[in-house]
């Protein structure tokens, strides 16, 4: 079928049909970004921790950048 051969149904039943494919993408864009770790975030929480030096709060924030789920982890727990 082509743009000559669709009647006006076809054509609503497609664009319907692409409009909820585009919904869905949208959707699952704004899921990954609201699951993004924000890794300047991170590091400003961490190098508020106090009693350390600054070395160790640098490594401490280079393990977590490198482990997600732990990083995630304290920035929940720190609020």
Do not use: R, W
Not at 20 to 33: E, N, P, R
Not at 44 to 56: A, H, L
Request: aromatic share 8%; glycine share 2%.
């Amino acid at each position: 079928m082509d743009i000559f051969t669709a009647t006006p149904h076809t054509c609503d039943n497609s664009v319907e049909k692409l409009s909820k494919k585009i919904g869905d993408v949208a959707f699952a864009i704004q899921s990954l970004s609201k699951n993004q770790l924000d890794v300047n975030e991170l590091y400003t929480e961490v190098m508020k921790i106090e009693d350390f030096e600054e070395i160790t709060l640098g490594d401490a924030f280079d393990h977590l950048v490198q482990n997600e789920m732990l990083a995630k982890a304290f920035m929940a727990k720190k609020c």
